[in-house]
């Protein structure tokens, strides 16, 4: 087959063989022309370093023609002679066992730069999709980035991030990045494994009671001189502006060294003395933040840090408990924000992450667990007064100043009588303070930092966002982004279920439009929206529609249609289907109504799985409310025809 069609072709006209054999891949004329006995081995090889361009016509001209191809008679000729030439069968074979290895060669290297071109794309192709999701992202993060500006964060970096220097490098590249974003930062870093390290390293045991350390002679210069090293170190790195490459290129250099790190006695401290016998050295108290001074710094352009170490009336250095700092300082400046980065996520009892508290649920849960942990027991006592804690069989409360009996936190009383100074004076307070054995331990997880976030929002802090420093870019995802990748407690609101109204027509439509494209959902025009919308829920977070429903009912039936259920992609296999679904039963529960149904003809199988089976059993709940699965076909439309519609 091949000898024959490469003989029409030859035959006929040489120079139309060359343009003809020019347009095949350069494997397929090799094999053509060796086939043909039209070139022999040399030839082949020749052939193989020509270009596969049009340009090539004739070089491929020249090489048929010097192959002696003036016709196919010419060739045959020359090939039988070349054959009764021969000495033996065996010199032929092995010529043409050499033939087919150089074949052979030249077929390797074709399917190499196939495949190499193929990757090239490949990689072209993944090129354009990062720059699409790059430019998709900084679009989703402007209402953000608007947002943000001019906001004042409390950001909270306890002394085992502080110690990984893989993570903290990283940590103050976006510290800086938030700052040219606009975002006013005050940075506490923690410093107590630093200090055990010092006191370990000269022969001493760390020592703690509660929440706080014992600071003796060592332990404070021990608190001194980590205090010290670690603000040097961050206000070095701070201080570093983007590389020589970058500001060659962007022209104008000199707006891009203005970072300016600012510190100094902001804290006003006092000691603790005696609690219950335990004498806590040269432990200090906050009793004082310097607001004013601090507001001017960051109104300058400053990022301000403040270490744990505050000073007294009498002009000591006393060593402060980090986070009691932190959450004092948030307080007092009432900032719209505060972040703890800690050294792992914040996960339930079912290992997995959570994402978002209400005020209300994150109080609750750590009353519940009062009882267990000494940092929900401090809680407690600090918030809920003395009654209350009496009730639930904790120790009471000693002194005038409102110390907790062998804690020895500021309760909401202080805060209370010393509320923030809205004019920008000095602030006074106490705030609240973690650590001691049970938090170096984790018995209870991250369940402190937690009960510290929860302190700070019920005294004015909106939101506290809890974040695990082992996620790169933690504080940009976290911020920059809708569901962000940790753990927020809120005392405002976030996330919440409720009755849809006419400004969430597009939101919804936006939600149920790829669902309708797919055909699993009927299309719903906007008009049908308008006209339906008292029937739906939606779940809104951060201004944002993630899921929505509606139910209608059928009241002389005493039953109710679920219908447009809908959750967004990536909030999916987080619980908002279920919570949306419970709000509707009990919304069905309130319209006196016996029985819920879904109409699908394509999800019949995911209805299943998503509803429990329990649901189908009349009595589960005290009305007597029940849910069937899904319904024919037949039944379907005869309900959309005859029925509401």
Known sequence: ML?????????????????????????????????????????????????????????????????????????????????????????????????????????????????????????????DDKEALFVQWFRGAWPYIQGYRSSTFVLVIPGEVVADRSKIDGILQDILLLHGLGIKLVIIPGTHVQIDELLTERGHKPKYAGAYRITDAESLAASMEAAGRIRLALEAKLSRGPSIPILRRHGDTDRWHEVSVASGNF?????????????????????????????????????????????????????????????????????????????????????????????????????ERASESTAAADYVKAVAGQAYMQSLGLPGLNGKNGTASGIGIRTSYDIGSNPPSKNGSRATGGGF????????????GYLSELTAAVYVCRHGVRRVHILDSNVQGALLLELYTR???????????????????????????????????????VNRPRKQLEEEVVNYTVVERDGSIIACTALFPFKSERCGEVAAFAVAPECRGHGQGDSLLEYIEKKAIDMNLNRLFLLTTRTADCVEAFLPAKSVLTGIWGAGLSIVGFLSAQLRAYLRNEGRR
């Not at 607001?291 to 060593?319: F, H, P, Q």
């Open 3 to 127: 000898r024959c069609s490469c003989s029409a072709v030859y035959g006929f006209d040489r120079n139309f063989a060359a343009s003809s054999l020019n347009n095949r891949p350069r494997r397929e004329r090799a094999t053509i022309l060796r086939s043909a006995g039209a070139i022999n081995l040399a030839s082949v090889q020749i052939l193989s370093t020509l270009p596969s361009n049009i340009e090539d016509n004739v070089l491929f001209r020249n090489l048929v023609t010097g192959a002696a191809a003036t016709s196919w008679t010419g060739w045959s000729q020359k090939r039988s002679q070349s054959r009764l030439s021969c000495c033996s069968s065996g010199i032929q074979r092995e010529q043409t066992k050499r033939d087919d290895e150089v074949l052979t060669e030249l077929a390797v290297s074709d399917d190499e730069n196939d495949l190499s071109k193929e990757k090239e794309n490949e990689t072209l192709s993944k090129d």
């Open 267 to 367: 804290l006003a401290a006092k000691r603790r003395g005696v609690v219950n016998g335990v004498d806590f050295g040269a432990t200090g108290e906050v009793k004082r933040i310097d607001t004013s001074r601090i507001k001017e710094r960051l109104d300058s352009n400053c990022i301000v840090m403040l270490t744990n170490l505050g000073y007294s009336a009498t002009g000591e250095v006393l060593n402060c408990n980090t986070y009691e700092v932190a959450t004092a300082c948030a307080v007092a400046l009432q900032a719209d924000k505060m972040m703890c980065l800690l050294d792992g996520p914040l996960l339930d009892d079912d290992c997995r992450l959570v994402r978002f508290m209400t005020l209300h649920e994150a109080d609750k849960l750590i009353r």
């Open 433 to 444: 303070a973690i650590g001691g054995e049970e938090r170096r331990s984790r018995l209870h």
């Open 483 to 521: 569901d962000g990748i940790g753990t927020m407690v809120s005392s405002d609101s976030y996330e919440g279920t409720r009755p849809a109204t006419y400004n969430d027509i597009y939101g919804i439509m936006e939600l149920l439009r790829p669902l309708e494209e797919s055909g699993v959902l």
